[in-house]
């Protein structure tokens, strides 16, 4: 790949700013983008200030440990998160299941500092590493009439005392195009804070699509599988309504039971402040290409 981000800058350099010129560069290599856009200003470009360690971990969606903010952080410690090993099927030249451990020695890992928005309407910034999931699916190579890739979440009864309750059809399942996982901003999550990305999170690694409402960002992965078709997801299947496949976060379309037009950050304490909702969560610039020519409200 002859464009990727560094990962030689520690923790202290990587300022938003430098994350986001850094993205430029990328997007510029990659796609052909001018660096005109430079001179405007983006929301990505704004100071994103990380929440602690203590809000992203213990406000948690994680239905398969209860259906309580509170529940992940309190239930998750039963998942058995080693050995770990992911399986990556459907149209690739090297299908298999690959061992977590063999699959970090071949990944980088870099800090990602992304805004992160909950179909609820709250959101958080947090300070993720990770890897590109391009990479990953470069390295068990990607076959030609591949279009879509899906998702699949450990399912252990033993582990996980939610499953019992059929809220979701288990495993919990999630889906994006072939050109969103490929796309630069989207990684695989291993860490939070320099530290290995705790239960309660998606240990030991977990989908991270910054532009997209947060129950994408599918936790503790177990079957990667590319195909031609679009692949049934769990919100989608339980309440198509709702949501939908693409679940792009979206000021203007509101979910049918509430307003997406603001958010409330998480951390602001009692009076939690409310702040308007950008297009694509504040990466319009990055991933409104994606899109060109679709309906957003048909798509949503
Ligand atoms: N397997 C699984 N992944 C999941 C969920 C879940 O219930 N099960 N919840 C989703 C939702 S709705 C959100 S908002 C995010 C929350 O991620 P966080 O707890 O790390 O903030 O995880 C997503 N990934
Ligand atoms: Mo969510």
């Known amino acids: ?145 591949a279009k879509y890739v899906a998702f699949e979440t450990a399912y252990r009864p033993d582990e996980m005392p939610g499953v019992q309750f059929p809220i979701l059809e288990w495993p919990y399942r999630e889906g994006l195009r072939l050109d969103e996982a490929m796309h630069p901003l989207t990684i695989m999550a291993t860490g939070i804070y320099d530290k290995p990305i705790p239960n309660q999170n998606g240990a030991p690694l977990r989908l991270v699509v910054p532009w997209k409402y947060g129950f994408k960002s599918i936790k503790s992965i177990v079957r990667i599988t590319i195909s031609d078709v679009e692949p049934p997801t769990s919100w989608n299947m339980s309440a198509p309504r709702e949501y939908g496949f693409y679940s792009n976060v979206n000021p203007n379309v509101d979910h049918p039971r509430w307003s997406q037009a603001s958010e409330r950050q998480i951390g602001g304490g009692l009076f939690a402040k409310r702040i308007p909702t950008l297009m694509f969560n504040g990466y319009e610039e990055e991933v409104g290409g994606l899109y060109d020519g679709m309906d957003l409200k048909e798509f949503y």
């Not at 990962?7 to 983008?33: E, I, S, Y």
């Not at 952080?73 to 977590?100: C, M, N, Q």
């Open 1 to 145: 790949m002859a464009h990727r981000w560094t990962n030689t800058l520690t923790h202290a350099d990587v300022t938003p700013q430098a994350a986001f010129l850094n993205r430029r560069q990328v997007m510029a290599g990659l796609a052909g983008v001018g660096l005109a856009g430079l001179a405007r200003p983006a929301a990505a470009q704004e100071a994103l200030e990380p929440n602690t360690w203590e809000d992203i971990t213990s406000y948690n969606n994680y239905y398969e440990f209860g259906t309580r903010k509170e529940d992940p952080a309190r239930y998750a410690h039963t998942l058995v998160t080693e050995p770990w090993s992911v399986t990556i099927d459907g149209l690739v030249d090297k299908p298999g299941e690959y061992d977590f451990k063999d699959i970090m020695s071949e990944m980088t890992v870099e800090e990602r500092i992304y805004r992160f928005r909950c179909v609820e309407a709250w959101s958080m910034v947090v300070p993720w590493n990770g890897f590109e999931l391009a990479d990953l699916l470069n390295m068990a190579g990607v076959q030609e009439g």
